[in-house]
């Protein structure tokens, strides 16, 4: 059975960091490619950032590019999201969501989803 289990989340000062995991199980990452996702407090689900399948191509929304970067470990089954130069904006529940082969940046095309993990940026 197809499983996404996101950690890492937690209260950070701005400025400061975080790296969350995603752990698939069910699937092999050689075949799914895995985004991350964020949704702020009364706002929609907005996507983050993007690791595809097979050449590993990446992808980030705007406002995280130069602070966020997306890696995985195929032996492990696991993606990452090192975030780096946090700030208050960044607050949110984080989502990992698994695609066939090829990222996208819509939510709708996503099949599966973890629980998500909270970050919290603040003083």
């Known amino acids: 059975q197809l499983q996404l289990v996101e950690s890492g989340g937690g209260l950070v000062q701005p400025g400061g960091s975080l790296r969350l995991s995603c752990v698939v199980f069910g699937i092999t990452l050689d075949h799914y490619a895995i985004a991350w996702f964020r949704q702020a407090p009364g706002k929609g689900r907005e996507g983050v950032s993007c690791?595809?399948?097979?050449?590993?191509?990446?992808y980030y929304e705007d406002s995280v590019k130069g602070r966020f970067t997306i890696s995985k470990d195929n032996a492990k089954n696991t993606v990452y999201l090192q975030m780096n130069s946090l700030k208050p904006d960044d607050t949110a529940v984080y989502y990992c969501a698994a695609i066939a082969y090829y990222c996208s940046g819509f939510t709708t095309d996503y099949d599966y989803w973890g629980q998500g993990t909270q970050v919290t940026v603040s003083s």
């Open positions: 690791i595809g399948s097979g050449d590993d191509s990446s």
